[in-house]
């Protein structure tokens, strides 16, 4: 399963890159494949870890102002793995190219 999600704590201010930096820490100890996005972490695991993790994240999040907002999309696949980077992989090999432009 792979779930693309996010825990924004309501309340903080603006710049909430303190609290981001904890609930990445759970997420990281978690040991599940995971990567940070500029507005969204993607994990993958069995149904139980992942939300087991973003259980974690979001109560986490929630620590810091008594309120959260999480979002969570899922993709569950019978039998897929290694979709975080198999799914863009799968994309740039179909344009011929890497799909990636930075800033600037």
């Given at each position: 399963m792979l779930a693309?999600?996010?825990?924004?704590?309501?309340?903080?201010?603006?710049?909430?890159?303190e609290q981001v930096a904890e609930v990445l820490r759970v997420i990281d100890e978690s040991g599940l494949p995971y990567r940070l996005n500029a507005m969204s972490t993607e994990i993958?695991?069995?149904?139980?870890?992942?939300?087991?993790?973003?259980?974690?994240?979001?109560?986490?999040?929630?620590?810091?102002?008594?309120r959260v907002l999480t979002s969570i999309t899922i993709d569950d696949r019978e039998g897929a793995t290694g979709r975080i980077e198999g799914k863009v992989t799968d994309v740039e090999q179909i344009i011929g190219k890497k799909l990636e432009r930075k800033p600037g």
């Open positions: 693309s999600f996010s825990v924004v704590p309501v309340g903080g201010g603006t710049e909430l890159k993958e695991g069995d149904w139980d870890e992942v939300m087991q993790v973003v259980r974690a994240a979001h109560d986490v999040g929630r620590s810091f102002t008594g």
